[in-house]
């Protein structure tokens, strides 16, 4: 391979990546009119427009999105190759991570998260995305480095490893008129509700209620913990969510947190990866970073990558946990 096959190929990920030709010039530090050219010589190349107009942006060619999982591990395998001599220190990348999870997990090891990629990689920068209900195909492709995730359906050969679990709490506003320091299931059905579901699947809570051939009332569904903990705080509705996202945001919202009159199982948090980026130095260091994060936000709950017990209730007050939700 000559010099200028591996430009190539470097621009053709940018370009497979960004389906932009300004943000691919950004990504590789050339100028627009640089990577015009780059474009005008790959689609003769490889006989391809691989850009097309859609209306007022541009789109990839069916060719071209078949390329793009191939080259971009192509292009990882380079980077690694080329850089297997160099010992990896994070204080010396300057790069960005985009990992996809919810509010949920932000607000709980946000902080600690933040901490340490602040005192290890002041250069480091990661974009959050929302998940979505296939982030293992962002992950494969190469356009994500993690996700954050409740485990669902992908291939076998996706790495996984837990970081904490979460259970189900009840959580109403202080002075809410239809609600005591207990809740039973007959006062719990007759309450409207909110439900926060990301990924617009069906509530636990709803398949448990199910269960006992019992329906509550639904009133909003919303993406957001925020949200849905908000909206609980402004109204009469209950929401019934993640113990750890409702104990950070109750005492500022003023909502009381009960427990949910019905056996609710907890859940698991997981790192999710692909297994060509297992070895790959800054990655792996990404995902130690999220595993100590986890160790110090919810260190009765952050183990390795066996079984996770449930935690017992907190002393103090009633609650339970959370998931979709």
């Known amino acids: 391979m000559e010099s200028r096959d591996l430009n190539l190929l470097l621009a053709l990920d940018a370009l497979l990546q960004e389906a932009n030709v300004t943000l691919a010039a950004r990504r590789l530090g050339l100028s627009t009119p640089a990577a015009s050219h780059a474009l005008a010589r790959i689609r003769e190349r490889l006989d391809d427009p691989i850009l097309v107009r859609a209306g007022r942006k541009m789109v990839l060619t069916p060719r071209a999105e078949s390329l793009r999982p191939q080259v971009r591990s192509l292009v990882e395998e380079t980077t690694r190759v080329l850089s297997a001599a160099v010992p990896f220190s994070p204080r010396q990348i300057a790069r960005t991570f985009t ?68 259970r189900f709490v009840c959580a109403v506003r202080e002075d809410h008129p239809r609600v005591g320091k207990r809740l039973t299931l007959d006062e719990y059905l007759a309450l409207d509700h909110v439900v926060v579901s990301p990924l617009g699947r069906k509530s636990a809570v709803d398949a448990a209620l199910a269960e006992r051939g019992l329906e509550r009332r639904v009133r909003r569904v919303v993406p957001f913990f925020s949200s849905g903990l908000l909206m609980a705080a402004t109204t009469d509705y209950i929401l019934t969510v993640s113990d750890r996202a409702a104990s950070t945001l109750a005492p500022r919202l003023g909502l009381r947190l009960l427990e949910p009159p019905l056996p609710l199982a907890p859940y698991a948090l997981n790192l999710l990866w692909h297994p060509r980026l297992e070895n790959e130095p800054a990655n792996r260091w990404l995902r130690e970073v999220f595993i100590r994060a ?21 002393r103090g007050r009633p609650t339970s946990g959370s998931r979709p939700r």
């Open 294 to 314: 986890a160790r110090e936000a919810v260190p009765d709950s952050a183990l390795e990558a066996g079984d996770a017990p449930a935690r017992p209730p907190r």
């Open 99 to 166: 990992v996809h999870t919810t509010d949920h997990v932000l607000m709980v090891l946000g902080p600690a998260l933040d901490r340490v990629l602040r005192d290890e990689a002041p250069d480091v920068s990661v974009r959050y995305l929302p998940s979505a209900e296939n982030d293992w195909i962002p992950l494969r492709e190469g356009a994500a480095d993690l996700s954050v995730c409740i485990l669902g359906h992908f291939p076998p050969e996706f790495r996984t490893r837990r970081l904490f679990t979460d």
